[in-house]
């Protein structure tokens, strides 16, 4: 928010409050008059090309009525969107929508949208069955009472779960159409703002067809708890295709919050401050609180008309405190418990019988639905019986009007209201309470204001909060506010006024706006550092070309069969530990270990015997446990872990992950011969991240405190190891093996490196790098990691004195010894080869001409898997991709 604000600051925008006639929030509700749009033109003056602000939300603010074949009339609906974009003077907005009526024919498709034309309103059709199943079945039906936590409806019937289904295929096919317009009209540079539940799908639709949009997505209702939105039976899809948008915004931080923790907990993807983090693409969310147009509620006391509606009222109700109450008749608006506070307020304070009348407006909205049929009802029996109870034949307590009334009207009443009564059960803003606000300068009414409405967060400083569950609470606070000192009054309306007349629906709509190009600025940024995609017909020739190959290969993430969770959260714990190659990978993989100018080797930080289970049938190579272990399938396993590895520590950090795996339910830990990994993946994603904090403190302060060991930390792990235990710190004595084994005369000259390593096993990447330079041995940037020089300069150190330090035999196994010196001379040469400047300086007695590597840059390919943020020259997104492209290389694609 800081960053926001400066950003804010140093920019100057020419707004003319003169000319911009805005309006209220028709998101809230209700009660607006019609005003004209503008249509942009400015004369033929011309101008360079303002960015284009293409405004998408589900209806247009513009109601059609057809007059004729080819003939329409447009009545201009007023809204907070419509007054907050005319504030955003640097863009050119348009807007696309349904126009809200059915069109089937083409002649009437074509004059609705020239007539809209003048508007800036760019239609969508939508046929009746679509806006049946789209609109009124899956976006009112579904999401709606989710988000406003009224749950799901109850499925009775099979054919109920069908119907939700084909909903949901229509809600996404509706999302396609509305995009399919967008691109139509959208240019390069352009802005695109979706706007609320109704079009949750559209950032992905969108993406998918321009991956550089700039798309920002914004809720105008509630995001409910994950607790709830995770009983969405499409929760995944949904939240995986808002986060396709670059900036995701909410009226507060508590919406935002339950959007990070839902994708945290569900999808199990990254929270961040500044959002949400999937595969190194980031999505911000951030809470951007709606305002409204000031300005013009405080113009409109001074009509003439209004002034004359304010005396008629003031004389209507003359020596009589007046509550007001301004709402859809909805579920959600807390109508009854509103009435049932004010019944319980005069039945506890007779003195106020009639001195006080409430104002109720209920505009009726959904007639046609049972629910809102029974809602009424009950309303209508409550406002009866007070009125029986209380009322005399001169006086009754509850005016309550079943409709709207005009903007004007409306304005009036504002102004002479004493108490406004804000008692909704969940609601997204609730601007009623800021336009009772800004009506409200000379008068200084009091605002009592659910905690459960959005603008409590904005205005709860002067308001007196309530939570209208609480009928007692909220008939006590009725009395407060009518007995309140005119002081305090004063205070409580100063501190909303400011609030108010500052954060408007221009500055709201401006911030949003700028905030998604300065993002879209920084991702691009970020972007450069992600690794392209692996060219495959580009390796593949290479490949063709090359006389001696040799192919890397992780293993986890990389070779690994996918499981299908069906969308369960946290997946199937019991077949994703239990690791196995990739079926279709089978045949390939047997090509590939059968070629002689091939050497496949599997490099993965798993124990011996998984690698063995899945690969024993194979002519390849295995180094297990970052390389700890090594063997030819054909051979036994050997050790390639240097002498002097201290492994004192082992005992005791076992101990402590036996403690936290006990205390962390569906945690585990894996007692490897080098290393001790705590995964908690399967956990709840924020227990399990606590607990890895508290467990990084009792290691640090106890266990490993003085200890020669690396913490290695993944997404969702914690690892112990020995220091200089990583794959390219072992990949040397590897090598060295390997060429030994094979007694290789032809120099390797093909290189490629493909796996899902952690950071810390990247140097395997740099390792073959034949650009290098030798003077950059060992710097960051090369993650060429000083502990696997030391090891190598150890190791010339160790021949020289005759001490063997290659590989060597695990203990039991019959292994000639001079396989390790034999090893390590070779490996010596890997080292030659790799760092030639070092090898000028330090020869030794090597065979003349002898090279592990003649490795040119065009013909080393190093790709990471399902990571973004990567020292690899390249990227893949999946295992998918990882067969795809073997298949492609062993010639066993279709």
Known sequence: MRERGLRKFNRSFIVNDETADSTNDSREGLLSDSR????????????????????????????????????????????????????????????????????????????????????????????????????????????????????????????????????????????????????????????????DYHLMFLPKCLKEKNSKMKVGWFLHTPFPSSEIHRTLPSRSELLHSVLYADLVGFHNYDYARHFVSACTRILGLEGTPQ???????????????????????????????????????????????????????DMIKGIPQKILAFEKFLEENPEWHDKVVLLQIAVPTRTDVPEYQKLTSQVHEIVGRITGRFGTLTSIPIHHLDRAVDWNALCAIYAITDVALVTSLRDGMNLVSYEFV??????????????????????????????????????????????????????????????????????????????????????????????????????????????????????????????????????????????????????????????????????????????????????????????????????????????????????????????????????????????????????????????????????????????????????????VRSVGVTKGAGIDRILGEIVHSKSMATPIDYVLCIGHFLGKDEDICTFFEPELPAELIGLAKNKVTADMIKTSIDRKMAKLSGVRNGTRPIQGQEKAQRSSTRCERKSRNNLNTLFPARAAEESVAWHEGCSVLDLKSENYFSCAVGRKRSNARYQLNSTDDVVRFLKYLAGTHE
């Open 36 to 195: 004209l749009l503008s249509d942009g033109h400015q004369g033929d003056v011309v101008k360079p090309r303002k960015q284009q602000l293409l405004v998408v939300a589900n209806r247009l603010p513009v109601t059609a009525h057809r007059k004729g074949e080819d003939s329409w009339s447009l009545e201009v609906t007023a809204g907070g969107l419509v007054s907050a974009l005319l504030g955003v003077n640097e863009l050119d907005a348009k807007w696309i929508g349904w126009a809200g009526v059915n069109v089937p024919d083409e002649i009437g498709q074509t004059s609705l949208t020239e007539a809209l034309v003048e508007k800036r309103c760019i239609p969508v059709f939508l046929d009746e069955e679509m806006v049946d199943k789209y609109y009124n079945g899956y976006c009112n039906n579904i999401l709606w009472p989710l988000f406003h936590y009224l749950g799901l409806p109850q499925e009775d019937r099979l054919a109920t779960t069908r119907s939700f289904q084909s909903q949901f295929d229509a809600y996404k096919l509706a999302n396609q159409m509305f995009a399919d317009v967008v691109c139509q009209h959208y240019e390069d540079g352009d802005v695109v703002w979706c706007h």
């Open 275 to 329: 959002g949400v983090e999937n595969q190194g693409k980031l999505t911000h969310v951030a809470a951007f609180p709606i305002g409204i147009d000031s300005g013009r509620f405080k113009r409109a006391l001074k009509i003439p008309e209004i002034e004359d509606h304010i005396k008629e009222l003031k004389k209507t109700f003359a020596g009589k405190k007046i509550i007001l109450g301004v709402d859809r008749l």
């Open 438 to 719: 800004a009506c409200q300068e000379s008068k200084k009414g009091v605002l009592i204001l659910s905690e459960f409405a959005g603008a409590a967060q904005s205005l709860g400083a002067g308001a007196l909060l309530v939570n209208p569950w609480n009928i007692s609470e909220l008939a006590a606070s009725i009395g407060q506010a009518l007995n309140m000192p005119a002081v305090e009054r004063e205070k409580r309306h100063r501190h909303n006024y400011a609030h108010v007349t500052s954060h408007t629906s221009k500055q709201w709509a401006d911030m949003f706006v700028s905030e998604l190009n300065d993002i879209v600025v920084d991702d691009q940024l970020r972007t450069r550092q992600i690794p392209p995609t692996l060219p495959i017909e580009v390796a593949f020739d290479r490949y063709k070309h090359a006389k001696n190959r040799l192919l890397l290969l992780g293993f986890n993430g990389t070779l690994t069969e996918p499981i299908d969770s069906d969308g369960r959260i946290g997946g199937d714990q019991i077949k994703e530990m239990e690791l196995k190659l990739y079926s279709e990978l089978k045949e390939p993989l047997s090509v590939l270990c059968n070629d002689p100018n091939t050497t496949v080797l599997v490099l993965s930080g798993s124990d011996r015997s998984v690698l063995d289970d899945n690969f024993g049938d194979y002519n390849m190579w295995l180094a297990a446990e970052n390389g700890m272990f090594l063997r030819l399938t054909k051979g036994e396993w050997m050790t390639t872990m240097p002498e002097h590895l201290n492994m004192h520590w082992v005992e005791s950090v076992k101990h402590v992950f036996e403690y936290f795996t006990e205390r962390t339910p569906r945690s585990h830990f894996e007692h490897r011969e080098t290393s001790l990994v705590w995964n908690y993946k399967y956990a709840d994603v924020e227990f399990g991240r606590l607990q890895a904090r508290d467990m990084l403190q009792h290691l640090w302060t106890g266990p490993i405190s003085n200890a020669a060991v690396d913490v290695v930390q993944g997404s969702r792990s914690v690892e």
